[in-house]
């Protein structure tokens, strides 16, 4: 079948939708008339195609069953990296056996409510450790940066199979929510189990010496897909001889702004009005990607969440992280997001390849110490910031254990602090108004990207040092966000599929 494209108002577009099979959709805001880009699916005759017509379906996947096969894969970790090898190993019959120092989705809820009404965090089940890893209470963003990868597609489709809405098949920002995460994440293992694999939860792996499962001529290979904030499971691979490098990295804060703050700015819509109120229901809330240069560094936003909430997002006790997500609808009044500058390795004196790990870990500390008694975060409000003001309050924020006022402008390292200020300015000149104290910024946004670096052959994937080791994911520094780390997962599992040839 062909297809059809159209640059359409938002409410032209939202008839069309009603009517026609949608096959690709972009919101356009960089006019100051909001666009949308459709592409339609037309038939033989070149007429589009009713809107219940199935989407021209991928192949749907074949899950073998695995129960007695000869092979099998160890696989450290059950984020999305783990999870997608795993489920790529039963495609190629190969049996996947996961560890996952968390616990499974339902329970792990619990424990992040916990956390959430300030009432303790669980150092192995929190927003980073857990079935699902760091993608299933998160944002749901499901697009990368980076295009060279191999098949994006695959993955949305893997997605899609497993219950995510058919608008990661065709949206050009799809993203899913951490309301409907945890069920696409449970069906997953629930294949997994049913086709014979094995998943072991609340089981930390803490040595790799003893693994050396040779079963006939089959060495068993593990996939190492531990995502980047297990810093004891970095130490671990350190000690017994595993080659890690440090990489660049970014950290800075979490900058919130009222959403119809950012309506206003990104689509020149004032959400008061209940006609321009439709449009945001049918586009969704907007979002912003902001970039610039200071001092030779770059600054920018990074994991930017519409209609969301921050989260605290670390799974060390005496530290401060916090990360963002959103729910499906993406309809909290608040837009939050990274805002961080880039961290070279040069930046970090020493040749220990774990010093990004300690650098992070130092400031999260510092964040800690300035937040309030019960865990609360360290805030300011963002013009009071940038002006180098103490804020004498705050706006109301999203961050359920709650915030207190903080000189981030006064503590913050200056190679961060000073560039943000600068940063903030510079956004400001794209979209007046950005820079606000109606805004708040929340200390502090460190594990933007993972620290280390596992290197690996580019041919074989497998670790430099340790042979039939597969580091991949987020954790092995050659992805970040769901859908890399997804997709890393898959290209470990194919070169191992390819071993078992
Ligand atoms: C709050 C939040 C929001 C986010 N929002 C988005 C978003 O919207 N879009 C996006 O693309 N990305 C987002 N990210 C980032 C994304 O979640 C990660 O890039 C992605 O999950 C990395 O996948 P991974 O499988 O490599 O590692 P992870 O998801 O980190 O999974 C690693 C798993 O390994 C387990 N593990 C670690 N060490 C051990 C061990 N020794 N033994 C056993 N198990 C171990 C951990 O418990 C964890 O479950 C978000 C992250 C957070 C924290």
């Given at each position: 079948?062909?297809?059809?494209?159209?640059?359409?108002?938002?409410?032209?577009?939202?008839?069309?939708?009603?009517?026609?099979?949608?096959?690709?959709?972009?919101?356009?805001?960089?006019?100051?008339?909001?666009?949308?880009?459709?592409?339609?699916?037309?038939?033989?005759?070149?007429?589009?195609?009713?809107?219940?017509?199935?989407?021209?379906?991928?192949?749907?996947?074949?899950?073998?069953?695995?129960?007695?096969?000869?092979?099998?894969?160890?696989?450290?970790?059950?984020?999305?990296?783990?999870?997608?090898?795993?489920?790529?190993?039963?495609?190629?019959?190969?049996?996947?056996?996961?560890?996952?120092?968390?616990?499974?989705?339902?329970?792990?809820?619990?424990?992040?409510?916990?956390?959430?009404?300030?009432?303790?965090?669980?150092?192995?089940?929190?927003?980073?450790?857990?079935?699902?890893?760091?993608?299933?209470?998160?944002?749901?963003?499901?697009?990368?940066?980076?295009?060279?990868?191999?098949?994006?597609?695959?993955?949305?489709?893997?997605?899609?199979?497993?219950?995510?809405?058919?608008?990661?098949?065709?949206?050009?920002?799809?993203?899913?929510?951490?309301?409907?995460?945890?069920?696409?994440?449970?069906?997953?293992?629930?294949?997994?189990?049913?086709?014979?694999?094995?998943?072991?939860?609340?089981?930390?792996?803490?040595?790799?010496?003893?693994?050396?499962?040779?079963?006939?001529?089959?060495?068993?290979?593990?996939?190492?897909?531990?995502?980047?904030?297990?810093?004891?499971?970095?130490?671990?691979?350190?000690?017994?001889?595993?080659?890690?490098?440090?990489?660049?990295?970014?950290?800075?804060?979490?900058?919130?702004?009222?959403?119809?703050?950012?309506?206003?700015?990104?689509?020149?819509?004032?959400?008061?009005?209940?006609?321009?109120?439709?449009?945001?229901?049918?586009?969704?809330?907007?979002?912003?990607?902001?970039?610039?240069?200071?001092?030779?560094?770059?600054?920018?936003?990074?994991?930017?969440?519409?209609?969301?909430?921050?989260?605290?997002?670390?799974?060390?006790?005496?530290?401060?992280?916090?990360?963002?997500?959103?729910?499906?609808?993406?309809?909290?009044?608040?837009?939050?997001?990274?805002?961080?500058?880039?961290?070279?390795?040069?930046?970090?004196?020493?040749?220990?390849?774990?010093?990004?790990?300690?650098?992070?870990?130092?400031?999260?500390?510092?964040?800690?110490?300035?937040?309030?008694?019960?865990?609360?975060?360290?805030?300011?409000?963002?013009?009071?910031?940038?002006?180098?003001?103490?804020?004498?309050?705050?706006?109301?924020?999203?961050?359920?254990?709650?915030?207190?006022?903080?000189?981030?402008?006064?503590?913050?390292?200056?190679?961060?602090?000073?560039?943000?200020?600068?940063?903030?300015?510079?956004?400001?000149?794209?979209?007046?108004?950005?820079?606000?104290?109606?805004?708040?910024?929340?200390?502090?946004?460190?594990?933007?990207?993972?620290?280390?670096?596992?290197?690996?052959?580019?041919?074989?994937?497998?670790?430099?040092?340790?042979?039939?080791?597969?580091?991949?994911?987020?954790?092995?520094?050659?992805?970040?966000?769901?859908?890399?780390?997804?997709?890393?997962?898959?290209?470990?599992?194919?070169?191992?599929a390819d071993l078992a040839q």
């Open positions: 079948m062909d297809s059809v494209q159209y640059i359409l108002s938002p409410r032209e577009a939202y008839i069309a939708e009603q009517q026609w099979r949608v096959v690709k959709r972009s919101v356009d805001a960089r006019q100051r008339e909001l666009r949308v880009h459709l592409t339609i699916l037309t038939d033989d005759k070149g007429k589009p195609v009713p809107k219940d017509a199935p989407i021209p379906l991928y192949e749907p996947p074949v899950f073998q069953d695995v129960h007695n096969a000869k092979r099998s894969v160890v696989i450290i970790g059950a984020g999305p990296a783990g999870l997608f090898a795993a489920l790529t190993l039963l495609e190629h019959g190969i049996k996947p056996i996961i560890y996952e120092r968390g616990k499974e989705v339902s329970e792990r809820k619990k424990d992040i409510a916990l956390l959430n009404r300030n009432e303790g965090l669980n150092p192995e089940s929190n927003y980073c450790f857990g079935e699902g890893g760091a993608g299933t209470f998160s944002d749901g963003k499901l697009f990368s940066r980076s295009k060279k990868r191999g098949n994006m597609q695959r993955v949305m489709e893997l997605f899609h199979y497993f219950g995510a809405p058919d608008t990661v098949l065709y949206e050009a920002h799809a993203h899913i929510g951490s309301d409907k995460l945890p069920g696409i994440i449970k069906k997953m293992r629930e294949t997994i189990l049913e086709k014979g694999g094995e998943i072991h939860f609340e089981t930390c792996i803490t040595s790799l010496k003893d693994w050396k499962l040779e079963i006939g001529n089959w060495k068993t290979p593990i996939i190492l897909a531990i995502g980047h904030s297990a810093h004891d499971t970095y130490r671990m691979l350190a000690k017994e001889g595993v080659k890690l490098e440090t990489k660049g990295f970014a950290m800075g804060v979490r900058a919130e702004h009222p959403q119809a703050l950012i309506n206003k700015l990104m689509y020149h819509l004032d959400t008061s009005r209940t006609r321009e109120l439709e449009i945001i229901n049918y586009v969704g809330n907007a979002s912003y990607s902001l970039v610039t240069q200071v001092d030779g560094r770059g600054v920018y936003s990074f994991c930017m969440c519409p209609g969301g909430h921050i989260v605290p997002a670390g799974s060390e006790a005496g530290s401060c992280v916090v990360n963002g997500m959103s729910a499906s609808h993406r309809n909290s009044p608040y837009a939050n997001s990274g805002m961080v500058v880039q961290i070279n390795s040069e930046d970090i004196p020493g040749d220990d390849p774990l010093r990004g790990l300690e650098f992070q870990e130092e400031l999260e500390r510092l964040a800690f110490e300035h937040g309030g008694p019960q865990a609360q975060a360290p805030a300011q409000r963002l013009k009071d910031f940038v002006e180098g003001k103490a804020s004498k309050d705050l706006p109301a924020c999203s961050y359920l254990p709650g915030i207190v006022p903080s000189r981030l402008d006064e503590w913050l390292p200056a190679h961060i602090g000073k560039r943000l200020q600068q940063g903030f300015r510079d956004f400001n000149k794209k979209y007046h108004g950005f820079l606000t104290n109606d805004a708040v910024i929340v200390g502090v946004e460190s594990r933007s990207s993972s620290a280390v670096r596992i290197p690996r052959d580019p041919e074989t994937l497998q670790s430099v040092s340790t042979p039939l080791l597969y580091p991949c994911g987020e954790g092995a520094g050659y992805a970040g966000g769901i859908t890399s780390s997804a997709l890393d997962g898959i290209n470990a599992a194919l070169k191992i």
